[in-house]
């Protein structure tokens, strides 16, 4: 999933000062704040909290119909389930809330502008005791998601009598399908398998050269100065970036001709990258331009074709003749871009393009980052379009996706309100994240990242000094979440499981993204779709 979707819902403290008097809570637009406010007499004025309107939920318990003691037909255990359902989101809000009231405490103790003087030992302990009650709080919430979890279940199950119309089935043998009231503990409701599964199983295998005949962004334009190098992976091939003599960008096999030595160990002499083993100096051609100590021979190494649009640097690794045209990867009008972050991870590619792909894994792994507090939605589905489309919207996020071959995922996330993107789409938020992944194919286990993030809101982030050690944080941390769970399947993966065997409805994208990767490696240029069963 996405890296720093956090981040846009993040708030800040951000106060406008009269005479010691903070009398301001304006707010810039997309959820920078104040949060500690002071009053005439020093006190914390008393605000309303944002998060107000997720906590104003009624008690079901005084709605559920009294049927203790008496037998059920299946709409009337339909009934309860979905009774069940609103009362695990009431418990489980209230549960959040206690959690969100503490970390208030928390504030309110560590905060110097709205505390009394305490001694170091007074607030130690008064932060331990917190602590324990945060520990406790987080201990409930977790017990709250099981029982949804279970409930959920239960509902699914009573769904499933009733849409299959069990009930008409059994009424025709004069049999009546009755349920004790006193417990609902229904056995888990069985899935359809779906008809066809992907084999994504065994070692990754050699790259296929129809799968490098495309441009590949390899690198931001802004990391790459005129005196530096820049040395990538790509297809198991080690290759250098560097600017030549005019500015343009070049990419060279990082290895000397001579003696073998990677020449990223080197220097740039005059738009020349020099070996640091004897001295001999290679253009972005590839061409040797310099051979001290030695009579010059004609020699060059192998270079890419490499050029540089709109703020990224692209290499067409592939024999094929490049195609003229480079894609647009520029977020939509009215964005600007505020973080650029590139990292290396110890992943395949095509495994970490299953993940980006995936938004229906978010309230289950990124319970500590930008999912926290979301709902687990009944059903989760991706639409696209047509049946072969690789972009579409999610259903009921307000989140767009596109896979955008060969390797990149586009992304736009409508922000409404923090942690709950539910009930609207993309069009109906006024404030808006757009994402850029790009995930190179280093090696068979290994991915270079590169990561765009643009906003349409709070164009004052770009001036705040240090903005980009915070958005890596935060991509580093939702990464995280993400590559303990990438890099047990691909421990899995390499001894002999199927990484994709049960695809369900929303595995769409993913699916399709697999499905355009085997019909590239077997040279066809249609995408023909044998798992029609995810559109249903």
């Known amino acids: 999933m996405s890296v720093v979707a956090a981040a846009a819902a993040l708030s800040l403290p951000i106060a406008l000062s009269r005479s010691n008097k903070f009398h301001a809570r304006k707010c810039l637009r997309g959820g920078f704040g104040v949060f500690a406010i002071i009053g005439e007499e020093g006190g914390l004025v008393e605000r309303k909290s944002p998060w107000t309107s997720l906590f104003d939920v009624e008690d079901p318990r005084a709605k559920v119909p009294q049927y203790k003691g008496k037998f059920l037909d299946v709409n009337q255990a339909l009934e309860v389930a979905r009774y069940d359902i609103q009362y695990c989101d009431w418990k489980a809000r209230q549960d959040v809330l206690t959690i969100m009231l503490l970390h208030e405490k928390v504030v309110e103790v560590i905060n110097p502008l709205a505390r009394e003087f305490k001694s170091i030992g007074t607030l130690r302990k008064e932060l331990a005791d917190l602590q324990v009650e945060l520990a406790q709080a987080h201990n409930q919430v977790h017990i709250s998601e099981a029982r949804v979890s279970t409930a959920l279940d239960k509902l699914a199950y009573m769904e499933t009598l009733v849409t299959d119309k069990i009930l008409q089935d059994m009424s025709t043998t004069g049999s009546d399908l009755l349920l004790p009231s006193s417990t609902l503990s229904l ?7 779906p008809k066809r599964s992907i084999n994504v199983s065994g070692p990754v295998q050699p790259y296929n050269d129809h799968l490098k005949n495309f441009w590949y962004p390899v690198a931001f334009s802004a990391g790459l100065k005129d005196d530096t190098m820049m040395p990538i992976d790509c297809f198991e091939e080690p290759w250098v970036l560097f600017r030549g003599k005019d500015g343009k960008p070049g990419c060279v096999q990082n290895t000397c001709a001579h003696r073998a030595c990677p020449l990223d160990l080197g220097s740039i002499n005059e738009g020349r990258i020099k070996c640091p083993y004897h001295g001999w100096e290679y253009s972005t051609d590839g061409k040797c331009e310099k051979m001290p100590s030695t009579k010059f021979l004609n020699v060059k190494i192998k270079a890419l074709p490499c050029f540089e649009q709109e703020g990224m640097i692209w290499i067409w690794p592939g024999n094929d003749p490049p195609t003229p ?10 964005f600007q871009i ?12 095509g495994l970490l393009l299953d993940n980006l792909l995936d938004l229906a894994h978010a309230p289950f792994t990124h319970t ?19 049946a072969s489309s690789l972009q579409g919207y999610w259903d009921p996020y307000p ?24 009930g609207q789409s993309t069009r109906e938020c006024a404030t808006h994240l757009h994402q850029l992944h790009v995930c190179l194919p280093s090696s068979k286990q ?9 906003l349409d809101f709070a164009p004052i982030l770009k001036h705040v000094p240090f903005m980009q050690h915070l958005w890596r944080y935060f991509a580093e941390k939702v990464l995280n979440e993400d590559l303990r769970l990438v890099l047990g399947q691909q421990e899995r993966m390499l001894n002999g499981a199927n990484v994709w065997n049960l695809p369900v409805s929303y595995d769409k994208l993913g699916v399709r993204y697999r499905q355009w990767r085997d019909s590239v490696e077997r040279g066809s240029k249609e995408l023909q779709s044998p798992y029609n069963f995810l559109d249903q």
């Open 187 to 193: 056995p888990p409701a069985k899935s359809r398998p």
């Open 338 to 349: 505020h973080a650029e972050i590139v990292m290396e991870l110890p992943v395949e590619h």
């Open 446 to 454: 290994k991915t270079r990242l590169l990561y765009r993030m643009s």
């Open 325 to 334: 045209k480079l894609p647009s990867l520029l977020p939509p009008s009215g």
């Open 399 to 422: 989140i767009d996706m596109e896979f955008h071959p060969p390797c990149m995922v586009l992304s736009t996330i409508g922000i409404s309100k923090p942690g709950k993107l539910q």
């Open 368 to 386: 500590s980052t930008f999912a926290k507090g979301w709902s687990v939605p009944s059903l989760v589905k991706f639409l696209t379009p047509s």
